[in-house]
């Protein structure tokens, strides 16, 4: 019998689409879907699971029946047990008489769950989850029941992806704001100030900053940009500057530094691109040289004059291509020199073609000190509206 003429049937559809479910955080949604899935087919658990970011592992997300899972953390591997084996095939599963080695997590049996169905939570034709029910007494689970298990996996989809947005942002911007500098160290003949704003619209990403004072007297100041964005940009992005570190140990020539970091992305992050541009000043501050991976070239304001972008070659992105050039360029300094290094987002807008961006940045830049500079480049650009892509800036000056 179909649902358009089942009566009861469509009291059940509008039970798990009710509109008011819409306005649920993601969490209380999920939780939410398996309470009114438990009450409309009379089972005694349900569960929904949700693949950890891995994609190799089940988590449960919500369930009633079976809160053990919850508090005991289960994970259930993918293609394993009665989940796993509903997530590897993305097809629905029944079984009328469970048997130990049907399923993964020792609290199904615990429980004495003896008939279970199942239908994978889907995200844009991708398995994220799946939706499990159970009863102690045996019972045969129909096509009307499957179907409305995936009524429910489908709301379940759209809640999971709002999770995992919401969850990944949250712990994406922890780790970047624990990799990132949060004040500049105080480095002699140095003023220095460094901003840094997530953005709004495409999510945290892999924008990064540093600088660091070596053995030799020498200082480092970097700034890059990991392609792509999400927690997996930004775990690349502290592999990356703490590589660098480890190669600026080593030696004080920009270029050989960026060509080790690349070798290294290209052995242990395949698949990784990330532009930079690294400077390395002087023990006695007369001058600076850099080194420019793919990123946007730096700004130099002399003393009373306004900015100019830096003249120097452009070499491709790191992990773009084995055994790549890389090339110096060095630029004497005198006290009030000014250096500004960005990322993409302080000047790339929608409609708007980056050189006009950054003719922008260079006529509203202003300010004797680095704190000033940083200053005038976001509030004349950004107005200190929301960002769509992450915004880094570091701002120098020779004292």
Known sequence: MTASRDPEMLDRIRAVTDAELSHLPADALLTELVVRTRALLGVDTATILLLDPTGRELITAATVGLEEELQLDIRVPMGVGFAGRVAASGESLIIEHVARRDVFSHVLIDHHVTSMAGVPVLLAGRVVGVL???TVDARPFTEDDIELLRLVADRA????????????????????????????????GLDIAVRYIPGAAVGVGGDWYDMFTLPSGHVGLVIGDVAGNGLQSAVVMGRIRSALRAYALESTDPADVLTRLDRKIQLFEPGAMATAAY???EPDRTSVTFSVAGHLMPVVLDPGARGHLLDAPVDLPLGALPDAARRITTLALTP?????????GLVERRRQSIDDGIEKLLAGLAGSDAETLCASATANMLHNEAVNDDVAVVGVRLT
């Not at 989809?157 to 942002?169: I, K």
């Not at 009030?336 to 993409?344: A, E, R, V």
């Open 132 to 134: 499990r029910v159970g």
């Open 157 to 188: 989809g759209v809640a999971a992806n709002t999770r995992l947005s919401q969850t990944e942002r949250v712990a994406t911007l922890a780790l970047q704001r624990s990799l990132l500098p949060a004040r500049p160290p105080e480095i002699p």
């Open 279 to 281: 400077a390395v000043v």
């Open 336 to 344: 009030g020199t000014g250096l500004l290094l960005y990322t993409d």
